[in-house]
């Protein structure tokens, strides 16, 4: 099968290329700039996906599209927005793709995305699920929990924190928890998806077995690196709110109000993809101490 990608560049996107790469399909990856880090067996598009006219030819000839597409952080004075990057690229993939009579399409989204979010992330990634549902493609969705793996953002900036003192605030109470999956269950999953006729129309929640609490998280992150339990003073979540919306505009702050409301609302899911994939996530603990260990 030969599969247009877009967001292949990105944390997932090289797990993924690998998976597929691995089941002898043929890629085509949208790039902003062509480069050696992409295998040279791999088709490169050089493209925006926001601009629907700079990709739509390179769309012809596959036989499915996977659009990873996705930010965490918004940056508007360089036009890097939920907006543009969440719905308005996922509307142009979609033209694109229908405009090549590809049915076949994948599109993460995110656990926790629903019609009522409060977060401005979930609410465009619904936005851009709702996109999907209505395109009349055979489309699947996948909507990961927090992800981990050697090149994660997430747990290596924990991580990089422990390495400069024993210190771990914690905002609020620290009981939020979240149910961290493997980048590489990640891309499993969906390289299967793509060869799954019965997972056409359907939408899966991916997380792993260990339902953690932020404390418990930031403790299997210090045992992870052979530290001992940090310290963990708790500011007040009240505090915090008044704090974050005026800090969050320096790029180098690490929490916008946006991640901290995602955070005190849990991330967990109920498994149940497990039932569809018929394969278990790597355990969370031997998963970071693979990378954090050495």
Request: proline share 5%; hydrophobic share 40%.
């Given at each position: ?9 990105g ?7 690998k998976a ?10 949208l790039?902003?700039?062509r ?8 088709d ?14 390179a ?6 599209v996977?659009?990873?597409v ?7 004075s360089?036009g ?15 033209a ?5 009579g ?8 995110a656990l926790?995305?629903?019609p ?18 209505s395109?009349?493609l055979?489309a ?5 929990s ?10 290596n ?6 390495r400069?003192?024993?210190?771990m605030p914690?905002i ?10 493997h ?12 060869e ?16 953690l609490?932020?404390?418990e998280?930031?403790d ?5 690196m052979?530290?001992?339990v ?8 009240r505090l915090m ?6 800090m969050q ?8 109000m ?7 609302e ?6 149940c993809?497990?039932?569809v ?16 260990g050495?």
């Amino acid at each position: 099968m030969r599969v247009f990608i877009a967001g292949g560049t990105g944390f997932v996107g090289a797990h993924l290329v690998k998976a597929l790469s691995g089941k002898g399909h043929e890629l085509r990856m949208l790039v902003h700039r062509r480069g050696s880090q992409v295998a040279d067996c791999i088709d490169q598009v050089e493209g925006d996906v926001t601009r629907l006219e700079s990709f739509e030819q390179a769309v012809i000839g596959c036989d499915a599209v996977i659009n990873l597409v996705g930010i965490i952080r918004e940056f508007p004075s360089r036009g890097i927005t939920f907006e543009r990057l969440h719905v308005q690229a996922t509307a142009n993939i979609l033209a694109a793709a229908g405009k090549a009579g590809i049915r076949r399409y994948l599109q993460m989204s995110a656990l926790g995305t629903r019609p009522d979010a409060v977060s401005r992330y979930h609410a465009t990634k619904f936005r851009a699920e709702e996109l999907v549902r209505s395109s009349g493609l055979d489309a699947t969705i996948l909507r990961p929990s927090l992800i981990y793996g050697p090149e994660d953002a997430f747990i290596n900036m924990l991580a990089g924190q422990l390495r400069l003192a024993p210190v771990m605030p914690v905002i609020g109470s620290g009981t939020y928890r979240l149910q961290p999956i493997h980048v590489d269950d990640v891309s499993r999953c969906f390289a299967q998806a793509l060869e799954m006729p019965e997972t056409v129309g359907n939408c899966y929640d991916l997380c792993g077995n260990e339902r953690l609490s932020y404390v418990e998280l930031l403790d299997a992150v210090a045992g992870a690196m052979g530290k001992p339990v940090p310290f963990k003073p708790h500011l007040p979540l009240r505090l915090m709110k008044m704090i974050i919306p005026v800090m969050q505009r320096v790029p180098q702050f690490p929490i916008t109000m946006d991640q901290l409301q995602m955070l005190v609302e849990e991330n967990i899911c109920d498994g149940c993809w497990k039932k569809v994939f018929r394969f278990e996530p790597r355990n969370f603990q031997k998963g970071i101490q693979e990378y954090l260990g050495k």
